[in-house]
């Protein structure tokens, strides 16, 4: 399966981001206030956007099951993943609807939903895009369950966060590679290899969206 191979080329990436500082601060529920702060702005427009972006594949798809599945999906990223935001606001101590307000496309943010745009716009099957969005509930569902491994989490705040992309990732995740297997068995190898690229940049992207929000990166701070 195409989608297997491309989950084992990004295995290193995951394991990467899973030693950096964003999430070590989660494994040690001692991530600093600050960082989540700047992940929450950072994280309220990206779901904003990938719900616009769901519905830009809308007319790439002529199965009903499909669109109906699209549909529930928006549902789940305007009103579903704010648990795991408030799991993260409630630890930081801070007021979720006020800090959201501030939001802003930070550099690395903004690349990486200008990345998942230009394959809506710039190809006509879905399966370009997906490949560009499905590491968006992929790498947490992988990095959850690699923390939830460790079983040490009791008594830590962020476990629900744990908790949240260790249940609720894998019926979108079985959904998004069976469209992305289906295109692969006649796509050229050419299309091929923009599949697979455009799937390693976006674990990269939220490699560096965790360090951006660690990092406070801003675009003043060039
Ligand atoms: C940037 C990013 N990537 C992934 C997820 C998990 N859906 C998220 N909330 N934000």
């Not at 099957?125 to 079983?151: G, H, W």
Request: with cysteine; charged share 25%.
């Amino acid at each position: 399966m195409f989608t297997k191979q491309l989950k084992k080329e990004v295995e290193p990436i995951i394991e990467s981001i899973y030693n950096d500082p964003f999430i070590q601060g989660i494994i040690h529920g001692n991530l600093k206030k600050e960082a989540v702060k700047h992940y929450l702005k950072a994280d309220s427009l990206y779901l904003n956007e990938f719900a616009k972006i769901y519905s830009l594949l809308i007319p790439k798809l002529d199965d009903r099951k499909g669109i109906q599945f699209l549909l529930g999906q928006i549902d789940f990223v305007m009103n579903g993943e704010v648990d795991a935001h408030y799991t993260l606001a409630d630890y930081a101590g801070i007021d979720y609807k006020a800090v959201i307000e501030e939001g802003e496309w930070y550099p690395s943010s903004d690349h990486y939903i200008k990345h998942m745009y230009y394959n809506a716009y710039r190809y006509s099957d879905a399966s370009f895009t997906i490949c560009a969005m499905a590491p968006c509930p992929y790498v947490y569902q992988q990095l959850a369950l690699k923390i939830a491994e460790r079983n040490d989490l009791e008594g830590n705040p962020l476990k629900p966060w744990v908790d949240f992309y260790c249940t609720n990732m894998d019926e979108l995740i079985g959904h998004l590679d069976r469209w992305v297997d289906e295109f692969s068995e006649t796509a050229s190898d050419e299309e091929l290899n923009i599949l697979r690229k455009n799937f390693v940049e976006s674990c990269i992207h939220e490699k560096r969206f965790f360090n951006m929000s660690y990092n406070i990166e801003t675009w003043e701070g060039y």
